[in-house]
């Protein structure tokens, strides 16, 4: 029997970074502390209230669509999907149907192989509908009343659905952070994991060849509310495995009677995909358009408007920053997968000190780490990208070492930390204090060899008899008294001096 | 029967124009008016049932105010004084808003609808909520889960329905204005029930923003008052465009109640023989025909029209109005307002006793139809199929209106029938909604005005149909008719 094929394909909810909701002007912000605060008669429901299409909301949607590669629909409409909930006010929810705003996109993502090969995941479609609200169920075990917060009702979401083109748990997490990198960097999402702004179920079944050579399906599962990108990776390789040993067990496949498609949950503290009661006895949602809202039109002017706007996505920037700055495939992606914000960052850097390599090792090594240590994002990053340039500029020159340029870095923070605003004159002031400005006057660095040697003799006979790690010790001591001085320059002239 | 103050029993019996005046003048203070339609529905109401709330207090103060602010030389509404009675669809804020149903019996929206936002603006006198069918479903004001309502001109019978609160409150002098709304007829039938004027404005030419909807995409909200200019004068002071309602049409609203004193020229008047079928009462049929001569002897031309796709309208209104009802009434599922089942086993339960419980029989009716329609499998041969005659039916009347100015027709096939005629009889209701629910289903304007009394003495309408916004035309062409007529100047006795 050949391996099984894996075969998912993923159901991604993303909510927009707009204002307002989509149908009414409350406000939209993850705010679960004061439940039922950003509300009003329309996201509550309330009896006579009507929706009013909110155009940022529609237009980021286009965008997402036009970025994902998708057609759009000129002819788009609002329809009412119905199921009785109590986190949803109105009876239904507003949705779309059949003639989703896009359609037909695809995403590119790196293969599973080393080669670099690229692998293109289809988008069925993309639509926009509203969020429902949150129940609160007592958890106290008292049986205390469930709560409703309606905080989240109304605001706007984006269903974005692949085709079943993933083959691999490593795919399917390269595929979510990937989609998740294009939204940040379109920026119509925050894609917060942990607020519920990026939501993810995966479709998954295997193709499995059977010793008669038949291919046989196993049944389709949905394991739902998948909530981090190891959630995807590890749900679909654990479902993968658990259908396999069914079939085995079995023999049950799609199209069997009475195999329907199941609905499962992640427990990500197991590592297991649970059983859930069968998708819900109204699955019938008696889908029709909302009268309530017009059909929306996009014309071509309102597609080119969207498309200016689009910005460089992540994959034209990878590329991009290894042309016009020289980085190394790995370097460009470490910058790019920070985000827009941190990318940005990085251009800035390697346009003022000129040296895109210099620039990715310190924004990649000095600079990450420093974030991580202070859970920072770049936007709160204390030192600013042209101050960090203009300090690599001096390293860039030869004015200073690396290793003096770290100092000038670690003092520069340390400013901040004591609340003090640094700037172009700190760099220039903590050199001075530190002295470690490259020391360019080699007459005042011999005086300082020549006495260090004279201090060290054993150091020097050794090096002399044959020792080259001895001079260690010797440069060592040169670098302590000048401090801005080169190491390569300094071993260099003890090299001279004692080979003499 | 107590007697009032002859002063003060007058007042209701004042048209509004001449209330206008005398309240402008200083003669006469909304308080005044205010107080003597509160003193007439205190004493007569009882018997009519047309009110379910009477707001004496926040009218009193309403009134107080207008007249305050004209005593010191302030700027008053287009309506300043004038009271008006409320379908209880609309939403008041602070003030229970029931649709008539135990669903919303202790329902106090938080908000005003736009209507009621233009009204107060304008100065009108708010004196309270009036009676309907629960939700706006029925033709007969018996579908209240509080009360029916009795015809001021013989309270055997219905006063039609839904809006027959409205009606029956213009028609009882108990408020010269009232608010209605029209499904499929409910201010139209009611009017000619009742012997009043009642106009479906164009879809979209009033906003339903705080209409409780029961079929969104035929609902209107529209006026209804003694005469034609009245009439002009509410619809002005209600219609526009409003943001908060995406079908709300961007038109400019012309000066109706002056405009409407001015006669067509040339008039060209449509009539479809199809409405002057089997089961049309012969009274009405002879009112129609008198109506219309009333049109001929001013010189207006009679051309006989086609609508080759009436005789579809009840079949498609009867699959969109349910289908959009059982959504729309959802959201009445007992969670967060309204009322709520006091035991249950579990979630599903609690919705089914809550709904179960609280909602009428029709109102159950339609939403059963509505949620059959919708259902998977019978969507396209259903709801789709009811939508492109619907189309249909536009087109049918956008060529007859090529035509002619507007067309005329029957309101109702006969004047109100008796309470409980027709209560266990589902689809002879339907059928009273045969000549206006066509209007819905196309969008139009339409009036209903009087045109006559049955030899038992109830009021006869007529209803006219004009294009798409053209309520000014509709206006001047019913004013054509009043001008030569009494028929809206005679009263119910009570």
Redesign the interface.
């Known amino acids: 029997m050949n391996s099984p094929t894996l075969i998912v394909g993923l159901e991604v909810h993303v909510q927009l970074l707009t204002e307002s909701k989509l149908f009414c002007g409350c406000a939209n912000r993850f705010n679960p502390d004061e439940p039922n605060t950003q509300t009003c008669?329309v996201c509550?429901?309330?009896?006579?209230?009507?929706?009013?299409?909110n155009e940022r909301a529609f237009r980021l949607a286009l965008k997402t669509g036009l970025a994902l590669n998708c057609d759009i629909s000129p002819f788009t409409k609002w329809d009412?999907k119905?199921y009785?909930y109590?986190d949803l006010?109105?009876?239904?929810q507003i949705s779309q149907y059949d003639l989703p705003f896009s359609h037909d996109g695809w995403l590119e993502i790196d293969g599973d192989g080393d080669d670099g090969g690229r692998r293109r995941i289809g988008i069925i479609r993309a639509h926009l509908e509203e969020d429902a609200g949150k129940n609160l169920h007592d958890e106290s075990g008292r049986g205390g009343d469930s709560r409703?917060d309606l905080n989240r009702a109304g605001t706007p979401l984006l269903e974005i659905v692949s085709q079943p083109d993933i083959r691999s748990p490593q795919e399917a997490k390269r595929y979510l952070e990937d989609l998740k990198l294009l939204l940040t960097y379109l920026g119509v999402s925050d894609c917060n994991m942990q607020e519920g702004s990026l939501r993810c179920d995966a479709n998954v079944n295997l193709h499995v060849t059977t010793d008669d050579g038949k291919v046989a399906a196993t049944p389709i599962v949905e394991v739902k509310n998948l909530n981090s990108f190891r959630g995807v990776e590890q749900a679909v390789e654990h479902e993968a495995r658990r259908q396999l040993d069914e079939f085995h067990r079995t023999g049950r496949k799609l199209g069997d009677p009475g195999v329907e498609k199941e609905t499962r949950g992640w427990n990500a503290d197991r590592g297991v995909t649970f059983a859930q009661r069968g998708k819900e006895e109204a699955s019938?949602y008696?889908?029709?358009p909302d009268?309530?809202?017009?059909p929306v039109t996009v014309d071509e002017e309102l597609l080119e408007t969207i498309q200016d706007e689009l910005p460089e996505f992540p994959a034209e920037r990878r590329a991009r920053f290894g042309t016009a700055w020289g980085l190394s495939n790995y370097d460009a992606a470490v910058i790019v997968d920070q985000g827009a914000v941190f990318a940005d960052y990085f251009e800035r850097v390697a346009k003022t000190c000129g040296d895109g390599k210099q620039a990715a090792n310190w924004v990649t090594q000095d600079v990450l780490r420093e974030l991580n240590e202070r859970q920072l994002g770049i936007a709160d990053f204390p030192i600013a990208a042209d101050l960090l340039g203009r300090l690599l500029a001096k390293v860039v020159a030869g004015e200073l070492t690396v290793k003096s340029g770290r100092e000038v870095f670690a003092e520069l923070l340390a400013r901040t930390d004591r609340g003090e605003d640094i700037g172009g004159g700190d760099i220039d002031a903590i050199v001075a204090e530190k002295g470690l400005a490259v020391v360019a006057d080699t007459g005042a660095l011999e005086v300082v060899v020549e006495r260090v040697i004279a201090n060290n003799p054993n150091a020097a006979e050794a090096f002399r008899g044959g020792k080259p790690q001895a001079i260690g010790k010797l440069i060592g001591e040169v670098m302590r008294e000048v401090k801005g001085a080169d190491a390569k320059v300094v071993r260099q002239m003890i090299v001279e001096r004692l080979s003499r | 029967m107590p007697r009032t103050t002859p002063a003060a029993s007058d007042l209701p019996d004042v048209p509004v124009v001449e209330l206008l005046v005398r309240l402008a003048s200083g003669s006469l203070t909304a308080v005044e008016l205010a107080e003597a339609h509160l003193e007439r529905i205190a004493q007569l109401d009882d018997s009519l049932g047309a009110f379910l709330l009477v707001d004496r207090d926040g009218a009193l103060r309403a009134a107080q105010d207008i007249d305050r602010r004209r005593r010191n030389g302030r700027p008053v509404g287009m309506l300043a004084g004038l009271p008006v009675a409320l379908k209880d669809v609309v939403c008041t804020r602070g003030l229970p808003t029931t649709c008539a149903s135990r669903m919303l019996e202790r329902f106090v929206p938080p908000y005003d609808a736009y209507v009621v936002e233009r009204l107060r603006a304008a100065d009108a006198v708010v004196l309270g909520k009036v009676n309907m069918d629960e939700f706006a479903m029925g033709s007969s004001t018996e579908n209240s889960a509080f009360r029916p309502t009795r015809n001021p001109w013989n309270r055997e019978h219905s006063p039609g329905g839904s809006s027959g609160g409205s009606a029956a409150a213009v028609a009882a002098r108990f408020a010269p204005l009232a608010i209605g709304s029209d499904t499929g007829g409910s201010i139209r039938q009611p009017a000619a029930f009742c012997g009043v004027v009642g106009l479906k404005p164009t879809y979209g030419r009033v906003s339903r923003y705080g209409l409780v909807a029961f079929a969104s995409s035929l609902d209107q909200i529209g006026p209804l008052a003694r005469d034609v200019k009245s009439t002009a004068l509410l619809l002005e002071s209600i219609a526009g465009h409003d943001p908060r309602d995406s079908t709300s049409l961007d038109a400019d609203v012309p000066p109706y109640s002056r405009n409407c004193e001015e006669p067509v020229r040339g008039l060209r008047i449509g009539f479809a023989r199809a409405h002057f079928g089997d089961g049309l009462d012969g009274d009405v049929e002879s009112a129609v025909r008198r109506a219309l001569d009333v049109y001929r002897s001013q010189g207006a031309q009679l051309v006989e029209i086609e609508l080759p796709h009436a005789k579809y309208a009840v079949a498609a209104y009867y699959l969109i109005a349910p289908s959009e009802a059982s959504s729309n009434l959802a959201r009445f599922d007992g969670v967060h307002y309204g009322h709520r089942a006091e035991r249950f086993e579990n979630l599903v339960d609690m919705f089914a006793a809550t709904r179960g419980e609280a909602l009428g029989d029709e109102v159950k009716r339609r939403i059963m139809l509505g949620t059959y329609a919708l259902s998977a499998g019978y969507y396209d041969a259903y709801y789709l199929k009811a939508l492109k005659v619907r189309r249909l039916i536009r087109q049918d009347f956008d060529r007859a209106l090529e035509r002619v100015d507007a067309i005329a027709s029957p309101v109702a096939p006969r004047p109100a029938f008796r309470l409980g005629e027709l209560v266990n009889d589902p689809l002879a209701m339907y059928l009273e909604d045969l000549y206006t629910l066509s209007a819905n289903l196309a969008g139009l304007p339409g009036i209903s005005i009087p045109a006559g009394f049955s030899s038992a003495g109830l009021p006869i309408g007529l209803q006219l149909l004009a294009p798409p916004l053209e309520e000014e035309r509709l206006l001047r062409v019913a004013r054509m008719h009043e001008r030569e007529t009494d028929w809206h100047e005679r009263r119910p006795e009570l």
């Open positions: 008669p509550l429901g309330l009896p006579g209230s009507l929706p009013v299409m009412r119905q009785y109590p006010p109105k009876g239904y409703v019938d008696r889908y029709f009268p309530d809202l017009a």
